[in-house]
């Protein structure tokens, strides 16, 4: 199975699945824990530093990395998202068992802003 670290590499992969689309999804991708190298140019008020470990997408309480726009279920900074968020491929089986796990552990809901 191709993992995060693979996508991240650039590393080739088979089996995407066509029929996956970002907008039938829950955004589970955005509760992934999204590791920053160096070279990324995300927004300051985005980023969690940290002492013991690398920097890393902030997420809020309820887990959601804080760059998700929660109404438009898309990324807010998505011209200066992380690499790693560039390369994870939508329908890859990193992606779909991501998905899966996310399924099977109940059903939650993304908490959108309420207008």
Do not use: Q
Not at 43 to 65: I, L
């Amino acid at each position: 199975m191709t993992s995060i670290f693979d996508i991240a590499n650039g590393e080739e992969h088979d089996g995407i699945d066509a029929s996956v689309s970002c907008g039938s999804c829950a955004a589970v991708c955005c509760r992934l824990t999204v590791i920053l190298s160096s070279e990324d140019e995300v927004p300051e008020r985005y980023v969690r530093h940290s002492v013991t470990g690398p920097d890393t997408m902030a997420r809020g309480k309820d887990g959601w990395c804080l760059a998700l726009d929660r109404e438009l279920k898309c990324c807010s900074i998505y011209d200066e998202r992380p690499d790693v968020c560039r390369k994870f491929a939508m329908g890859s089986p990193y992606c779909v068992a991501e998905r899966e796990d996310y399924d099977r552990s109940g059903p939650r809901l993304i908490p959108f802003a309420w207008a």
